[in-house]
């Protein structure tokens, strides 16, 4: 598995520039994201950037690991497709390593760290959840660091 690391945040521009996808356009639509042919859409109604960049994260993720129509979410490959799609939008915006550099920043709280990583609250608890289920209840990182994520803690080893 690759984790992506910058040592900072990642801003919905930034993310734009980023991706290797030309047509990324703010559409009035129902829906927060939609991914098609090429295509991301992102609902222009969303108020923040902060949110748009989670949006973003999961509709690029399609791109990366989605093919053909996976909208209806009765099927399992549908469903399977989604989460991949999902995992990559976690992993692009936290990757580990920010985790720790958000410790070392002395964040506290997830509305503190939410902050810090530049995504939603709502966004970190699903990250966390999804590398909890990956990885367990902890990892260790670098030989130096143990991420708990129950609760969501980091250790350093000397």
Not at 1 to 25: A, C, N, P, V
Not at 45 to 74: F, N, R, W
Not at 77 to 100: C, D, F, S, T, V
Not at 142 to 150: A, C, M
Request: net charge negative.
């Amino acid at each position: 598995m690759r984790f992506f690391y910058r040592g900072e945040k990642m801003t919905y521009e930034e993310l734009m520039i980023d991706s290797d996808i030309d047509d990324i356009y703010e559409l009035n639509m129902r829906t927060k994201g939609l991914y098609a042919d090429g295509v991301i859409g992102i609902s222009k109604h969303i108020e923040t950037t902060t949110e748009k960049a989670c949006i973003l994260a999961e509709e690029i993720g399609h791109y990366h690991t989605s093919h053909g129509d996976i909208l209806d979410q009765t099927s399992i490959a549908n469903r399977k497709q989604e989460l991949r799609a999902r995992a990559w939008g976690y992993e692009k915006l936290i990757p580990l390593h920010m985790i720790i550099e958000a410790h070392k920043a002395r964040c506290h709280g997830r509305l503190e760290l939410a902050e810090y990583l530049g995504v939603t609250e709502e966004f970190l608890i699903e990250t966390i959840e999804y590398y909890k289920r990956k990885l367990g209840l902890f990892y260790r990182i670098d030989k130096k660091y143990i991420i708990t994520f129950e609760p969501l803690g980091v250790f350093e080893q000397f």
